[in-house]
């Protein structure tokens, strides 16, 4: 099997090579927007567009031309794969019911990317880029496999490279240490193992992003203070942004170096809501806060990490699972009575039936676990119903007696205790801090 994996690094660049990059970007998005406009043109009168080959003959014409000999300067292959890009997205554009738009001309700063098919080469720190000669780069980590495509893109103020690599792996080698997750809303990320992460806390960068945002709508629009202030705001969801792709980067990594087989909820069923209002015993705090705005980001950051886990597993041979999560949280693990009165608390499962008393979160995750068997028992036939019910019930009352689920040289242990405790619920179960290696 053919995975793939991406690699993104901070260029160092000083003023002559961001010129060229400038240029070469500015060479690419000149020849989109033309391709574009050619194309929107004859689509108005209803005539038929050009096809790939006869727009790279078109993109030869400009070349030649004196108006357009800039877009000689330009490595040719990048304008090319511009061209290539259009019509991949005019393509899905074209393609029913995907709900993809026709591309959009791009704009200056905001698209500034080119990408290499070919010719990249990489010797440690310093990358290779035809026709712009050999950059320096902040390595923050190995680069495996073969190098299928680099792509240059600048973000805010800094440019980096994307470096696409592919490698041939054994399809599912490691299904040892098994795992569910329970994805939490604001507070917790529970590991069916009894770990559990405490969410990375943003509240005080997204509150001083509120203010600047407030100072903003105070500004005259489009004075010189404005933009000064738009910039800052910038500036200020690059930091948070950052900073959570950073997480989840490091948290899918600490799961995948450690386990198989994740399985995970689909996020697409899951209710995001749930934590946010509580329950009628337990309402949840800063509801009218959390609901909106924190709802979409957080289910954009799971997605960001469900993706991140499922290529580094695929990398190292394991599998993710995708199930539904629906009543997780009010299953019981041991007998499997669902019911709405098994949830005393936010964070208190107790059965009604057989007594099982843990923690929600986990429940949920060892639940999740339980699923994902299922599910891969159809898919592999490697478990029997009742080796699945046996594993579960190992880990529901042995707990979390294993050692640690994500252990590293450097370790950044989670402070705050789990919801459980902090009620001061007596778990029988009782949940270990997890344990982040960087
Ligand atoms: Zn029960």
């Not at 959009?104 to 990408?115: L, N, P």
């Not at 010719?119 to 440690?124: L, Q």
């Not at 696409?164 to 569910?180: Q, Y």
């Not at 007594?355 to 979160?361: C, L, R, S, V």
């Amino acid at each position: 099997m053919i995975v793939r994996q991406a690699y993104k690094f901070r260029l160092k660049t000083n003023e002559e090579l961001e010129q060229k990059l400038v240029q070469f970007s500015g060479c690419c998005r000149f020849v989109w927007n033309k391709a574009i406009a050619l194309i929107k043109f004859r689509l108005d009168h209803n005539i038929s567009i050009p096809w790939y080959n006869d727009m790279a003959g078109f993109l030869g014409l400009w070349k030649r031309s004196e108006e357009y000999a800039f877009l000689n300067d330009a490595h040719s292959q990048i304008l090319q794969q511009t061209l290539k890009d259009l019509y991949k997205a005019i393509e899905s554009a074209f393609a029913r019911g995907n709900g993809i738009r026709f591309p959009k001309f791009k704009k200056k700063y905001r698209h500034d990317s080119f990408r290499y098919p070919q010719g990249v080469k990489i010797d440690n720190r310093r990358i290779f880029l035809p026709k712009i000669g050999w950059v320096r780069f902040y390595k923050s980590r190995e680069i495996e496999g073969k190098i299928k495509q680099v792509i240059v893109k600048r973000e805010y103020k800094h440019w980096y490279v994307s470096v696409i690599t592919e490698k041939e792996v054994e399809p599912i080698t490691r299904l040892h240490s098994p795992i569910g997750i329970d994805l939490g809303v604001r507070k917790i990320i529970t590991l069916s193992d009894g770990t559990y992460f405490k969410p990375l806390d943003l509240t005080k960068l997204e509150k001083k992003l509120k203010r600047e945002q407030r100072r903003l709508a105070k500004k005259k629009k489009f004075s010189k203070n404005w933009y000064k202030q738009k910039a800052r705001i910038t500036k200020l969801w690059q930091k948070i942004k950052n900073k959570r792709y950073d997480y989840v980067h490091k948290l899918s990594t600490a799961i995948a170096k450690n386990h198989g087989i994740v399985v995970v909820e689909d996020l697409r069923i899951k209710n995001m809501t749930r934590s946010a209002r509580g329950t009628i015993d337990n309402p949840g705090y800063n509801v009218k806060q959390k609901a909106g705005l924190n709802r979409s980001i957080l289910r954009q950051a799971w997605g960001i990490f469900l993706r991140l886990l499922e290529y580094k597993l695929e990398w190292s041979g394991g599998r993710l699972v995708v199930v539904n999560p629906r009543y997780s949280s009010f299953t019981c693990p041991v007998c499997g009575l669902t019911s709405r009165e098994n949830r005393k608390s936010q964070a208190r499962f107790v059965c009604e039936n057989c007594g099982f008393e843990a923690n929600a979160d986990f429940v949920a995750a060892l639940n999740i676990l339980e699923r994902g068997f299922k599910n891969l028992s159809e898919d592999l036939c490697f478990l029997t119903q009742k080796r699945i019910k046996e594993l579960v019930l190992e880990l529901s009352t042995a707990g979390t007696a294993g050692g640690n689920a994500c252990g590293g040289s450097a370790l950044l242990p989670v402070k705050q205790e789990p919801a459980g405790n902090r009620e001061g619920v007596m778990l029988p179960v009782k949940l270990k801090q997890g344990i982040l290696s960087l």
